[in-house]
Structure formats: C-alpha cells, structure tokens
C-alpha cells in the first residue's frame, strides 16, 4: 500500500518461472491496474517494506538465471520510477523476511544466499543513507520463509521458516532495534511453521496462522504469540481448509482474513475468517473467482482487501484479482 491510496505488485514469476522486472498500480476508485515503470532487476522471492517516506524498499530475491540477488531497489510513487540502492546488502538472500522498523530502518533477515546456504544473518536499511548495513548479530536459526512483525514494543518477532533441507522450526526470533540484536524467544509454536501469515491484532498479540509443517503438510492450525510473556499459545480454533501460503488482511472490525493458499489438493479459492475475541476461525460466506496460492493481499482504506495473482489449481500463473467486501 502507497501513502497515496494506490497499491504497489512488483515482480513475480511468470508461467515459464521466468523472473519479472514488470510493475502494476491498483488504483482503488477506478478498480484497475495500470501499469508503471519496471524494476531495474526482475526478480522474485525478494523482500519488501514500505518505508516512513511513502518509497518502497525490494531487497534481494532471484533473478535471472537463478542467480541470487544481494542488490536493492526503492520505488518513487511520486515519479512512478525504480532506482537501485547505493549500497548492497552484506549477502544474497532469496525468501528473506523483511519489516519495518520504528526507528524508521527496514530489517531484512535470513533467507537462502547464492550458494542455497540458510541464513541466520541480517541486513539494515537506512532510508537517510540508502544504505546497508549487517547487524551486529545473527538470529538463534537459520531461517527461510519465517513470518516477520513489528511488535507494539518496537522489537520484531520472526518465527518460523524452514532451517535447512526439510527441516522446520517451531521457534522464534526477537530482533531488538535499540541494542541491535536478537534473542531467542522463551516461548515455541505449536508446530514448525513455513510459509506462514502473521498478522499484528488489535490487542497487540500476533496470529500466526497455517502454513506448512515444512515436510510439505499444509497446516489448518494457528498459534497466539503474546509479547507480555513472550510465548506462544495454541489458538482454540481450526481454519476450515488447511492452508499454506495464503493471503491474509486484518479488517476493520479486528477480524482477520485468511484467503486462499494450498490446501491437500493444491490451490484453493475458499477463505476463512478469525475471530480474536472468540478465539475462533469461521468458513467466508464467499469464495474467489480463482483458487490462489501465493497471492498478494492488501487492505485498502476502504476497508476493502484486494487479493492479486497467484497459483491457480491448473498450475497457471493468474494474472487476475478479487476485492473481499467485509
């Protein structure tokens, strides 16, 4: 989401698998996309965060001919153009999670460097210098594909991912701004989770929800993290369809929607929606037009959510959306 209400769906993979430089604008009041200037690096499985400047930081992922990428662009709404960042970062990374900061810098950490090595290190990114810089210390796991949020206390929380070969992890991360350093969290999630959702709730807790055991087992489980006493609690409740690699949107009643994402048989267009102050996840009423995995999803200041591209039950590339009406 761009401060000026429109959204930002840059790069991607194409159904040759073929990486994308191409970069589309939902602009809401005309339910449209057009298209904007590409990437100077088509790339996927980058990491992202909208800086406090309203420009838009992708870092890292893979390009052409599967190389790994160690570079960064930032996206100028305001002149619809992408620019390569003044430095690198310390390594490739591809499936690395990003988050902004409150201090304003964007955390980029772990991932797969070039040599398909799991990382435990991390980059920062800082908007006055347009610069990187690693940090002074490395997360407790090796992780790819972990879930990544900004905690109301200023630290982040990252959780999950895959640890090396199938190897998943239930543990956690919390990366401390202030001291530059991460510390392993007390508590662990009820499963290993890869390829997860977590969404900040109103109540300053964290839903990590689904994912994959990273044995390839998509989940329809969810786990409650709680900053106060850092740990984690099992939710209460089971999503309808087991789901990795959904989108998920916070709406404005507080609940939370859980779309799409591979279920047993692959790709599905059902949806759920959680319930924090009962603890409990409900079947949507509606589906999308098309099964989606690996889809996009934004709230727009409507209170809509867009839902956008994807892998679609044939194995296609959908170049297609969906607006949830809450």
Not at 208 to 227: K, R
Not at 295 to 306: F, K, N, Q, S, Y
């Amino acid at each position: 989401m761009l401060s000026n209400t429109q959204v930002l769906i840059a790069g991607g993979f194409d159904d040759y698998l073929e990486p994308l430089a191409a970069a589309d604008l939902y602009v809401s009041r005309r339910n449209d996309f057009l298209p904007t200037n590409s990437m100077l690096q088509a790339r996927y499985l980058a990491a992202s965060a909208t800086l406090g400047n309203g420009t838009v930081l992708i870092a890292g992922g893979i390009g052409g001919n599967g190389v790994v990428l160690n570079n960064a662009e930032i996206y100028d709404p305001a002149v619809g153009d992408f620019r390569l960042t003044s430095s690198n970062m310390s390594d490739s990374r591809y499936g690395a999670a990003g988050a902004l900061l409150s201090n304003g810098y964007a955390l980029i950490a772990g991932g797969l460097d070039i040599n398909n090595n799991f990382q435990t290190s991390a980059d920062l990114y800082n908007p006055a210098t347009d610069s990187f810089v690693p940090s002074a210390s490395n997360m407790s796991a090796a992780r790819q594909y972990a879930s990544a949020i900004l905690l109301p206390t200023g630290q982040v929380l990252i959780a999950g991912g895959y640890g090396g070969g199938i190897t998943g992890s239930n543990s956690a991360d919390l990366y401390d701004p202030s001291t530059d350093t991460f510390t392993p969290s007390n508590g662990t999630m009820s499963s290993p989770r890869c390829g997860a959702a977590a969404i900040l709730l109103a109540n300053g807790k964290v839903l990590i929800v689904g994912g994959e055991d990273c044995a390839g087992t998509p989940l329809n489980s969810a786990d409650i993290y709680d900053p106060a006493t850092d740990t984690f609690t099992p939710s209460g409740g089971k999503l309808s369809d087991a789901r990795a690699w959904a989108a998920t949107v916070p709406l404005p009643s507080g609940k939370v929607l859980i779309a799409g994402g591979n279920d047993a048989n692959g790709p599905t267009a059902t949806a759920d929606l959680y319930d924090p102050t009962t603890d409990s996840f409900a079947a949507s009423k509606g589906t999308m037009s098309s099964s989606r995995a690996y889809a996009v999803a934004v709230p727009l200041a409507d209170g809509r959510a867009l839902i956008a591209g994807g892998l679609n039950i044939a194995g296609q590339i959908t170049s297609g959306a969906d607006l949830y009406y809450p």
